[in-house]
């Protein structure tokens, strides 16, 4: 299984872009990139999944390399309300066509007014 | 579409009693995963179905665990003779399987409390 590394936790300000890099050195040819929010007592919330390249949509980017050893989430303009822990996950194919998500610690954004 | 649902979002039980928790996934996925977490912790795989096939389990899911999803759709996770150690987080997550990354949609999760 590919293991991830991200920060414990960093801290922002209001308005300001936050780049959170994950390392994933042994990611497989068929894994996917994939990120989650979280907040206390409830359920990841889905951002953003990549294979390759750049990804974006309505919440987030998602940079990945071309070796993709790594990938950074990039949020635009925190708010106070993106305080929440931020995982990174490479989806792990556990035989045949199944997956299941290896989740770490995760990385707590602190959102400062 | 409603997103996954689980039922109750809070437990207390006391050791030694059986509880049982429900997740209804989102209407057309044909996965469904369970994950607990511990406080501190990012969430742990427990268990995956395809439809009503049970394909995968964990380590982490002892003989007093039982998972199922008799019709594929939603599915019941019990835990016999409780302890305290089962005290966690229980999450549902649901998936509908094709190309590429297989997206899973979390629940709210049951927070259970073993006294």
């Known amino acids: 299984l590919a293991k991830t590394t991200q920060p414990v936790s960093m801290d922002s300000y209001e308005g300001q872009e936050v780049n959170i890099t994950c390392s994933h050195n042994?990611?497989?040819?068929?894994?996917?990139i994939t990120w989650y929010q979280q907040f206390p007592s409830q359920g990841p919330r889905f951002i953003i999944q990549g294979y390759k390249t750049k990804v974006t949509n309505e919440v987030a980017s998602l940079f990945i390399p071309a070796d993709r050893k790594s990938s950074t989430l990039s949020l635009p303009r925190v708010s106070l309300s993106d305080t929440a822990v931020y995982y990174c996950l490479v989806a792990a194919n556990s035989g045949g066509s199944n997956y299941k998500l290896t989740f770490g610690k995760g990385t707590l954004l602190t959102v400062n007014p | 579409d409603t997103g996954v649902s689980q039922d109750p979002r809070h437990k207390i039980t006391k050791r030694g009693q059986n509880v049982t928790f429900r997740c209804d996934p989102i209407s057309e996925h044909n996965r469904l995963y369970w994950y607990r977490q511990t406080l501190g912790q990012g969430p742990e795989f427990l268990t995956y179905f395809q439809n009503e096939a049970q394909l995968e389990k964990s380590r982490l899911l002892s003989n007093r665990f039982s998972a199922e999803r008799p019709k594929g759709s939603f599915s019941t996770l019990e835990i016999q003779r409780t302890e305290q150690g089962d005290s966690a987080m229980y999450l549902c997550?649901?998936?509908?399987?094709?190309?590429?990354?297989?997206?899973?949609?979390f629940g709210p999760g049951t927070r259970l409390t073993v006294l």
């Open positions: 042994n990611i497989a040819t068929n894994d996917y």
């Open positions: 997550a649901s998936s509908l399987r094709g190309a590429g990354g297989d997206t899973q949609y």
